[in-house]
Each structure stands twice: as C-alpha cells, then as structure tokens.
C-alpha cells in the first residue's frame, strides 16, 4: 500500500461523514454518493478529503480559530508534500500567530524536502527579506532563476542586489526579467540603474 493512500484512508476514516455524504440544497436533505471502486475510488475519496479541508480551513480562518486553522494546513500539506502553495500559506498563518521559530523550521524542512520548488524558495527568499537578510537571498534564488516564471523572484533577487550595492548584478536580473516575462514595465528601472551605472 503507498504512503498516498494509507493516509488518504487515515484521514478518510475521520471525516467519513464529510466524504461520503453532500448536501442537497433544494430540499435541505442529505443524499450518499457514488463512488466507482478501485483506484479510481481512492483518488475520489482523497480529492475529496483535501477540498473538505479547504472549506474548513476557509472557515477556522475566518472565525479566527488560527491554530485549527493550522492544523488543516499541515493535513494538506501531508496529502501534498511537494506543494509549494500550501508550504507557503501554512508559513505565512504561522507567522499570523507571532510563531516565527515554527515558521522558519517549516520552511527549511520543505526546502530540504524539495530542493527545486521555485515556489519554497521563494518562501525563503521572502522571509529573508522581511528580515533585511539581504545576502541570503541570492544563493536562494540564483540556481532556479533562470528556469522561473514568477515574476516575484526576479523582484527580491534584484532588490537584494540593489541593496548590497551589487548593481551590474541588479541590472542583469533586470534583463532576465524583461527577456522572461516580456515585462516591458521594468525598462524605467533599467533605465535608471543605467544612469547609476554611468551609462
């Protein structure tokens, strides 16, 4: 049995009720529902695991029940280890509830984990610059730049440079992003560090 679906039926045996029913609004009523078997009936049951947790996270959240809230995320990011998306929202509720020491240990145990998830790393790369950490961020980012798509990590690596007066290096990210992104939005600032640079 794979590591996916005994733990789909881990948590499948606590939130049967939530799985196997779903309501019918026009009556108000409760009807079961069908589900093939196989694999196919496991896939089924662990998507819909992960989307009641969502509205339930969803809920805590809003009714301010942070650390529930917590806890949901950890379940998903179980079911979906190498989800940067869920990585960083369960880092971001974490430093809500002012638990900065849990926060960093999340995120280097998903940076370990996942070592090329563009979107860890810029996690990390974010909670560095929230610190002024700037000359931590570019042995981040530099090895998964030139394969990103995220327009995020081309902005913190080139505020990083800016801000430790490494300004040639600023301005090739600047490139990068323009030649990447088609982001024609940044030729002002390619302008500007041009006349930084004396040309």
Same mark, same amino acid.
């Given at each position: ?5 005994a733990f ?15 309501e019918?609004?026009?009556?108000g ?12 009936r496991a896939?089924i =049951?662990?998507? @819909?695991?992960?989307e !009641? ?5 969803? *809920? ?5 029940q #942070?650390? $529930? ?23 971001w ?12 240990i ?8 996942n070592?090329d ?22 042995? =981040?980012?530099? @090895?998964?730049?030139? !394969?990103?798509d995220?327009?995020?990590? *081309?902005v913190?690596l080139?505020?990083? #440079?800016? $801000?430790m007066?490494?300004?040639?290096e ?9 030649e ?9 600032k ?10």
């Open positions: 049995m794979t590591r996916w679906f789909a039926c881990g948590v499948f045996a606590v939130l049967t009720a939530y799985s196997q029913i779903e019918d609004e026009e009556v009523t409760w009807k079961p529902i069908s589900i093939p078997p196989g694999r196919q896939d =049951i662990y998507s @819909r695991i992960f !009641k947790l969502e509205y339930r996270k969803d *809920f805590l959240f809003h009714d301010g #942070y650390w $529930e809230c917590i806890g949901a995320l950890q379940v998903q990011q179980g079911m979906y280890p190498e989800d940067g998306d869920i990585n960083s929202t369960l880092v509720m974490l430093g809500n509830v002012e638990r900065e020491d849990l926060a960093f999340e995120i280097h145990r998903f940076r370990q984990e070592p998830n563009i979107v860890g790393a810029l996690t990390e790369a974010e909670w560095c610059s929230t610190r002024k950490l700037w000359t931590r961020i570019p042995p =981040i980012l530099e @090895r998964l730049i030139a !394969k990103s995220i327009l995020g990590t *081309f913190l080139e505020r990083a #440079y800016m $801000e007066g490494q300004w040639h600023a301005m090739r990210i600047l490139l990068l992003r323009k990447k992104l088609n982001d024609r939005a940044v030729d002002v390619i302008e500007r560090l041009k006349k930084m640079l004396g040309g």
